[in-house]
C-alpha cells in the first residue's frame, strides 16, 4: 500500500443504483483528486479538493457528487449513473498542490 | 486550459535499447512535468519529474530533458529490462496559481520490452 486507500476495489451497479466509492490517506497530504480512467483515454481530472475545499470541478456530470469531510478522507457519491460511466476511478493526494500525486489503487466500476 | 499530446501510444524495443516517450503541452505558464508508470492491473506511480527552472534530470536509467521553448519533454529510458514493460503516461500542471490544480495527463505510451 501506498498510504492511499481506495474501497471497494470492484463494484458492479445499476442505472438505478445509489453508491459511494471511498478514499483515504494517511500521508498527511493537504490536497486530494479523483480521475476518471476509461480504456484508450487519458486520465480525466473530476474533482479537486485543497485543504477540503473543492477547487475544481471540471464540468463532471451532477450524477457523480464528491464529498471531503476532512483532509484525509475522500467520497464520491454515485447516483442514476449510465453505462459509459464504467471505467476505473482513482484517487489521488498530494502534499500541497502543485506537487507529485500518490495514487490509490482505484475501483473498478462497471454500470449495468 | 492545459492540453497534452503523448506519441507514441505503442513503443516496442529491443531488451538493452534504448526508449524515448514525447510530450507536447499547450500551456506556457505550466511549471511541473511528472512522468507515471502504470503496470496491468495497478496503479500509476510516479517515476520521475522535473520543474521548469530546470533542463534536465537524471535517475539512474531514467532521464526527462525539458524545452520550455518548445513546451515539450521527453522521457528516456535506457538499458530497458522486461520489467520496464508498462503504460507510461506524461502530466503537465497549469502554472495558474493560487489554490489546488490538477494535473493534465497524456493517453499513454505502452512500452513493450522485447527480449
Known amino acids: 500500500e501506498t498510504g492511499v486507500t481506495q474501497t471497494p476495489r470492484h463494484l458492479v451497479m445499476g442505472m438505478t443504483n445509489k453508491k459511494s466509492l471511498k478514499c483515504e490517506q494517511h500521508?498527511?497530504?493537504?490536497?486530494m483528486y479523483w480521475y476518471k480512467q476509461s480504456a484508450k483515454k487519458p486520465l480525466e481530472l473530476m474533482f479537486v479538493y485543497s485543504l477540503e475545499e473543492r477547487v475544481e470541478n471540471n464540468s463532471v456530470p451532477s450524477r457523480f457528487s464528491p464529498e471531503c469531510p476532512n483532509s484525509s478522507h475522500l467520497f464520491l457519491h454515485l447516483h442514476t449513473l449510465q453505462p459509459e460511466d464504467s471505467a476505473l476511478y482513482l484517487c489521488?493526494?498530494?502534499?500541497?498542490?502543485?506537487?507529485?500525486?500518490?495514487f490509490g489503487s482505484g475501483t473498478r466500476l462497471t454500470v449495468v | 486550459g492545459e492540453n497534452v499530446e503523448q506519441h507514441p501510444s505503442t513503443l516496442s524495443v529491443q531488451e538493452g535499447d534504448s526508449a524515448v516517450i514525447k510530450c507536447t503541452y499547450s500551456d506556457s505558464a505550466s511549471n511541473y512535468f511528472p512522468w507515471y508508470k502504470q503496470e496491468l492491473g495497478k496503479r500509476p506511480q510516479l517515476i520521475i519529474d522535473?520543474?521548469?527552472?530546470?533542463g534536465e534530470k537524471k535517475d539512474q536509467r531514467i532521464a526527462v530533458t525539458l524545452n520550455k521553448t518548445a513546451k515539450h519533454f521527453s522521457l528516456h529510458i535506457t538499458e530497458t529490462q522486461p520489467e520496464d514493460s508498462a503504460v507510461y503516461f506524461c502530466a503537465a500542471l497549469g502554472g495558474t496559481g493560487g489554490g489546488a490544480d490538477g494535473l493534465t495527463f497524456g493517453k499513454g505510451t505502452h512500452l513493450i520490452i522485447q527480449p
Open positions: 522535473i520543474r521548469s527552472n530546470v
Open positions: 500521508l498527511g497530504h493537504n490536497a
Open positions: 489521488a493526494s498530494s502534499p500541497q498542490a502543485r506537487s507529485g500525486y500518490t
